[in-house]
């Protein structure tokens, strides 16, 4: 069994900040890619930020300047700094991780429960 649990969600005012964290548990080998994505109503998922394991990150163009995505190998974490918030980045946050099992096993996708992420003008 895999959990992804996130965390740091909320309401916030435009320009202000947000720190989003997520972190993989269970009968873990090992973690590819992890990073987040977002869903704001009526609109489909899509990648804010990723990561892989060696450190080379990914950004979405809305994002580039003022998201950082960061994660902590040792205790299986991935991090979203979110500073200069605008309402357009209003939506649910999920966390996604690339995660193996057994060594035996390929890497499958693996979901958080989203958290919200309000950004008023």
């Known amino acids: 069994q895999v959990q992804l649990v996130e965390s740091g969600g909320g309401l916030v005012q435009a320009g202000g900040s947000l720190r989003l964290s997520c972190g993989a548990s269970?009968?873990?080998?090992?973690?590819?890619?992890m990073g987040w994505y977002r869903q704001a109503p009526g609109k489909q998922r899509e990648l804010v930020a990723v990561m892989t394991s060696s450190g080379t990150t990914n950004y979405a163009d809305s994002v580039k300047g003022r998201f950082m995505i960061s994660r902590d190998n040792a205790k299986n974490t991935v991090y979203l700094q979110m500073n200069s918030l605008k309402p357009e980045d209003t939506a649910v946050y999920y966390c996604?991780?690339?995660?193996?099992?057994?060594?035996?096993?390929?890497?499958?996708?693996?979901w958080g429960q989203g958290t919200q992420v309000t950004v008023s003008s």
């Open positions: 996604n991780a690339e995660i193996r099992r057994a060594w035996w096993d390929r890497y499958t996708n693996y």
């Open positions: 269970g009968s873990i080998i090992s973690i590819n890619n």
